[in-house]
């Protein structure tokens, strides 16, 4: 009896949350669409001879007094909304997705990107991850677009086709992993690399991607009578597969490679299941040389993936002038 009525509780707690997560999306919605239609109206009026500083104060005034409740309607705000409409109105595929973000992530996009590619890219990460203010300030400030193009090949290849594959912007394994917030000391070993990630999981999936759950440290895996153990274990809903990953103090070394075909073949042995597809593995150094990772993989059929770590945030100009270069490369092998 008890259950059946915890259960309709819980229906009902349901139907309420349903309910009113649907009202907020649409207040989002009109929010979003009325700072568009201002900012349209603000673009155009300007940019008529008629239009000057004077009247925009005027207007600021004017909003002051008949909607004294509406927040944004400053003279920042104001030409944030025109910003914002001028920024996007040419890009028909990025205007359809404004209204599923939050005015303050429309912002910080707004200010925090340069190119329409990076806006895009961010704008679709923000719906799919559903990434809070502090969540997407962050990937802007570590660089994760950069990285993320310069990663798994895709350097090869332009922005356009980059930003147009079927599933961006899924997270891929990148070649580097920005980990500023483990704050470890200046000599630390695996072991406190390890326990420093498990107290900052929350932060690590963020980088890693959400995509990810967390299965399980030191996890265990019997072979032949002997046990073996992975220092972390992850399931990937997008993959459709365990990932593990094995931490590394120093640079990598051709060996590590056979240790975690070891551990892949066991998972998939004796965990993966037959929905699932085979498991990838991650070998995360805090330094690699590019020749001696592309050497050791070079007759290796497993699905493993070399990536380095960083303890402090890289600088952002650094990864937009590789990225940039890159880009300019392509470019010039394309004309040829």
């Known amino acids: 009896m008890n259950n059946n009525l915890e259960l309709n509780f ?9 309910r009113r997560n649907n009202a907020y999306k649409k ?14 109206y603000i673009s155009e009026k300007v940019n008529d001879a008629n239009w000057g500083e004077k ?8 909003m002051k007094r008949e909607y004294p409740t509406m927040k944004g309607f400053n003279r920042r705000g104001i030409y944030r909304m025109k910003q914002f409409y001028e920024t996007y109105k040419d890009n028909e595929i990025v205007s ?4 599923q973000l939050s005015w303050s992530n429309n ?21 799919k991850n559903n990434y809070s203010a502090r969540e997407l300030n962050r990937q802007i ?15 090869n290849q332009s922005l356009t086709k980059a930003t147009g594959e079927e599933d961006y912007p899924n997270t891929r394994i990148l070649d580097t992993y920005s980990l500023e917030f483990l704050d470890l000391p200046n000599n630390y070993s695996e072991k406190d690399l390890k326990k420093s990630i498990i107290s900052n999981m929350k932060d690590f999936i963020l980088e890693i991607g959400k995509d990810f759950t967390f299965v399980g440290e030191e996890y265990r895996i019997q072979v032949g009578g002997q046990d073996f153990f992975i220092d972390l274990l992850f399931y990937n ?4 597969c365990l990932v593990a990953f094995e931490l590394k103090i120093g640079d990598f070394q051709p060996e590590y490679i056979s240790k975690m075909d070891f551990y892949l073949e066991a998972l998939d042995r004796q965990e993966k299941k037959e929905n699932e597809n085979p498991s990838v593995g991650v070998i995360l150094c805090s330094g690699k040389n590019e020749q001696v990772v592309e050497y050791a993989m070079s007759r290796t059929m497993s699905p493993t993936m070399v990536s380095q770590y960083a303890l402090k945030l890289i600088d952002k100009k650094l990864l937009e002038d590789k990225l940039k270069q890159i880009s300019n490369m392509v470019e010039e092998n394309n004309k040829k």
Not at 96 to 99: A, H, M, N, Q, R
């Open 10 to 18: 819980s229906e009902i707690i349901n139907m309420i949350e349903t």
């Open 27 to 40: 207040v989002n919605e009109e929010l979003i669409s009325l700072y568009w239609d201002f900012g349209k």
């Open 55 to 62: 009247i925009i104060d005027k207007l600021v005034e004017f």
């Open 96 to 99: 359809t997705l404004l209204t």
């Open 107 to 127: 912002v910080i996009i707004l200010s925090s990107t340069h190119s329409m590619e990076e806006k895009e890219f961010y704008i679709r990460m923000c719906i």
């Open 141 to 155: 400030e570590s660089g994760y677009f950069h990285r993320y193009m310069l990663s798994d090949g895709k350097a």
């Open 237 to 240: 809903r997008a993959l459709s």
